[in-house]
């Protein structure tokens, strides 16, 4: 059994605690989140417009077993084996992929004057920049199956109506791709993260 650090002061970047190296990082976020890594390395989000760091050291202190339990079966996991890296004729055919799915879903769903881009991105699958009405795809869609980039491509357009995940986005994916929440479990089964 792990004794029950008391934390009492963290600071913004890197800090180590009873040994740990502990990230705090300040964004705007919903709440306050704990993420163990893959090299061990705590990361501690505190949201920067409503709690202080010193709610986010109290936070991670009556957490502190669970990190280190966390930790411990990360740490003893064999290494993720690095990404496939993808080439040239690959990210052409997630171009012509993206150019056809975007425009028959942006026609679909009557929202014209869409753009988009790709770009390599670590946490994402897509962002959609409403205001521009630009969206971006991550590279990482290249080895995916075409019915996975078609729910990334849904998701970003929905945002385009729903800015956020709640409700009405939630009711929109539902009335647009009614086996969404399945795709979405496929897509991050071994993956980035959630698009936004």
């Known amino acids: 059994m792990h004794e029950t650090a008391a934390i009492k002061t ?16 300040r964004r705007k976020a919903r709440r306050i989140n704990i ?20 709610q986010g050291a109290a936070f991670l202190s009556a957490q502190w077993d669970w990190v280190l339990k966390m930790r411990e079966r990360v740490l003893s996991r064999p290494p993720t084996p690095p990404p496939h890296e993808i080439n040239a004729e690959e990210l052409q055919r997630l171009g012509r992929t993206l150019n056809e799915l975007t425009a028959f879903w942006a026609t679909r769903l009557n929202e014209p004057n869409v753009t988009w881009k790709l770009r390599r991105m670590k946490t994402r699958w897509g962002v959609c920049d409403f205001i521009k009405r630009r969206i971006t795809y991550a590279v990482m869609l290249a080895d995916k199956p075409r019915e996975l980039v078609e729910y990334v491509v849904v998701h970003e357009l929905t945002h385009l109506k729903a800015h956020g995940h709640g ?30």
């Open 10 to 25: 963290v600071r913004s970047g890197a800090n180590v605690i009873n040994g740990v190296p502990v990230t705090v990082v």
């Open 35 to 54: 993420r163990i890594l893959e090299d061990g390395t705590v990361r501690l989000t505190v949201p920067f417009w409503w709690a202080t760091l010193a």
């Open 167 to 196: 409700t009405h986005f939630k009711s929109l994916m539902d009335e647009r791709l009614p086996n969404w929440r399945a795709l979405r479990r496929q897509l991050n089964s071994n993956a980035i993260a959630a698009p936004s």
